[in-house]
Nanobody, 122 residues
Framework: QVRLVESGGGLVQAGGSLRLSCAAS????????MGWFRQAPGKEREFVAA????????VYADSVKGRFTVSRDNAKNTVYLQMNSLKYEDTAVYYC???????????????WGQGTQVTVSS
């Protein structure tokens, strides 16, 4: 089992950048596909980005494509979400997620972190 802990959230002005990190503890991190989701107040949780076990494949929600970049360092058991050109509507709690199945990680992943708040001021 893998335990996920996010960090790096905070308050940033519109147009600014943040980098979220998700540290995984436990065995076999490199065998997991990793994802990022977010949930804004009053809205359902939505998919943001995902990366396969090797980092060779990534996928993004249309709303963040070209602004966010997901990456991973298997030696450090960590996945990252670099967020640039942040907008007010990016304000949400961001969650790291993991699953062994690529198709599942973008919809209903099995493992979740506790979330980190990102607030973008306009």
């Amino acid at each position: 089992q893998v335990r996920l802990v996010e960090s790096g959230g905070g308050l940033v002005q519109a147009g600014g950048s943040l980098r979220l990190s998700c540290a995984a503890s436990g065995r076999s991190f490199s065998s997991y596909t990793m994802g990022w989701f977010r949930q804004a107040p009053g809205k359902e949780r939505e998919f943001v980005a995902a990366i396969n076990w090797s980092g060779s494949s990534t996928v993004y929600a249309d709303s963040v494509k070209g602004r966010f970049t997901v990456s991973r360092d298997n030696a450090k058991n960590t996945v990252y979400l670099q967020m640039n050109s942040l907008k007010y509507e990016d304000t949400a709690v961001y969650y790291c997620a993991a699953d062994r199945n690529w198709r599942v990680v973008v919809t209903t992943p099995n493992l979740w972190g506790q979330g980190t708040q990102v607030t973008v001021s306009s």
